[in-house]
């Protein structure tokens, strides 16, 4: 069965500072999808990012950057020069191709906290 | 502002009223999803529905009763709930019921169980 870990449960931060969230996962499939949302307090789950299993292509957009790597099974997130608005939990997900109904599997989550 | 509607924000009710949750997005999505979450962990799946059936029910307890009218449309009836079903209910919708689609989430009703 899949599974998604964040070792970390909680971030505290300064302004300005890099943060970076680690997410590991599990599957037997091999093609499989993995996500980052974030949920502000007002609750929402915003999308941030989708990637394939096949892409191992690290992305930036802006100050959130991913590192996927397969070898070590993560999927790792940063946040450079952290702002008071990034404060938020972000979770990650995994969804496998040959699940049915687009199931996702959630992390934990990880609290961050920026500081002003 | 969210793409999928959620009424209403929030909702207290006794244990022995009916009540409905609703959801609704015009993004011509084809699957639809109902999550519980609890303060402090991460969301849990309890319904899908995709092109308006219902194809997944993750053993969820028949106090929870779904609906779904039509495409844009999603509801959750509640009935005879008790105190631990005190949490975040939130709706979700992707473009198919497939695992490459992400999934685009409400504000959620934050639901109290007297």
């Known amino acids: 069965a899949q599974k998604v870990t964040q070792a970390q449960t909680e971030i505290s931060v300064v302004e300005k500072e890099d943060v970076t969230l680690d997410c590991v996962y599990e599957t037997r499939d091999t093609t499989y999808y993995l996500f980052w949302y974030k949920q502000p307090p007002s609750g929402e789950l915003v999308f941030l990012i989708r990637r394939n299993s096949f892409d191992e292509q690290n992305e930036i957009s802006g100050r959130y950057s991913w590192n996927f790597q397969k070898s070590t099974s993560s999927f790792n997130f940063t946040i450079t020069a952290s702002q008071v608005v990034d404060s938020a939990v972000y979770f990650c997900a995994l969804s496998e191709a040959e699940a049915a109904g687009n199931k996702l599997t959630f992390g934990g989550g990880t609290r961050v906290l920026v500081k002003p | ?114």
Request: proline share 8%; glycine share 4%; net charge neutral.
């Open chain 2, 1 to 114: 502002d969210t793409e999928v509607t959620q009424t209403p924000k929030h909702l207290v009710m006794g244990m022995t009223n009916k009540k409905s949750l609703k959801c609704e997005q015009h993004m011509g999505h084809r699957a639809m999803y109902w999550y519980k979450q609890k303060a402090k962990k991460p969301p849990e799946l309890m319904f899908v529905y995709s092109y308006e059936k219902l194809s997944i029910n993750e053993s969820v307890p028949s106090r929870f009763s779904p609906e779904c009218p039509n495409s844009s449309l999603l509801n959750l009836h509640l009935h005879a709930l008790q105190p631990e079903d005190s949490a975040l209910y939130l709706c979700a919708s992707s473009q198919d019921p497939v695992g490459d689609q992400p999934q685009h989430f409400g504000d959620g009703t934050r639901l109290s169980i007297l």
